[in-house]
């Protein structure tokens, strides 16, 4: 149990177009997703905090306007990249926090490349 | 504000030989996860270890949490390339604080 996928696994756009992003947790609720985006050879950093509902929380120096994040439930989350630059192209994970337990789960990522 | 140390950032091992990673963090934390990352993939979880003293063993993998130290190591015995990938610690708070990883590179 306690699945976290992610659609796209990997996506190519051209800058200037937006780029969406799911994130769904498949056997369970989360009351609460996260966004990490990593670059290459790098940590995981957090982006955004998301409550099924309201309005996410972005991290200090995340551009709310670029990446729009939307919890409309308690088992999907989005991330829309909004017109992508080559500097957005990063490796994006998703993780839900299992409503209840409060653990949380990592889905398997998905590789945004802007050209 | 929870700030995270993993020493060494890089490790060259050889097969067979044994190593420990070091991992520090700056406030007080209730539990500390470790993961594993190969290229290209998301983590995979290893150990959670949720009080002062807890020790978790997994094959050749085992990870302690000091939380007196603010200090966690996860210890590997007789090094198989199989291995190889990059490890994170993540103390939680509020939410996950990762380190910076460790790029373990087990050669033959």
């Known amino acids: 149990g306690a699945v976290v996928s992610q659609h796209p696994s990997w996506v190519i756009c051209k800058s200037g177009t937006s780029v969406k992003i799911e994130c769904r947790s498949l056997?369970?609720?989360?009351?609460?997703m996260f966004w990490y985006r990593q670059f290459p050879k790098q940590s995981l950093m957090l982006m955004a905090t998301?409550?099924?509902?309201?309005?996410?929380?972005?991290e200090q120096g995340v551009e709310k306007d670029k990446f729009l994040i939307n919890h409309a439930s308690l088992t999907l989350s989005t991330l829309t990249v909004t017109s992508a630059h080559p500097e957005d192209s990063s490796f994006y994970i998703c993780?839900?926090?299992?409503?209840?337990?409060?653990?949380?789960?990592f889905g398997p990522g998905t590789r945004l490349t802007v050209t | 504000e929870l700030k995270v140390e993993q020493n060494p950032l890089f490790l060259s091992m050889q097969e067979g030989k044994n190593y420990t990673i070091y991992c520090n963090y700056s406030?007080?934390?209730?539990?500390l996860y470790w993961y594993r990352q190969d290229p290209g993939k998301s983590l995979e979880s290893l150990f959670v270890?949720?009080?002062?003293?807890a020790v978790k063993q997994e094959g050749r993998l085992m990870a302690s949490l000091d939380t007196k130290a603010r200090l966690s190591t996860l210890h590997i015995t007789a090094a198989v390339h199989d291995l190889s990938a990059t490890y994170f610690c993540?103390?939680?708070?509020?939410?996950?604080?990762f380190g910076p990883g460790t790029r373990l590179s087990v050669l033959p």
């Open positions: 056997d369970f609720q989360a009351t609460t």
């Open positions: 406030t007080t934390s209730d539990r």
């Open positions: 270890l949720l009080s002062n003293g």
């Open positions: 993540a103390p939680y708070g509020q939410n996950f604080v």
């Open positions: 993780s839900a926090r299992r409503q209840g337990t409060g653990e949380q789960y």
């Open positions: 998301s409550n099924e509902g309201s309005k996410a929380t972005y």
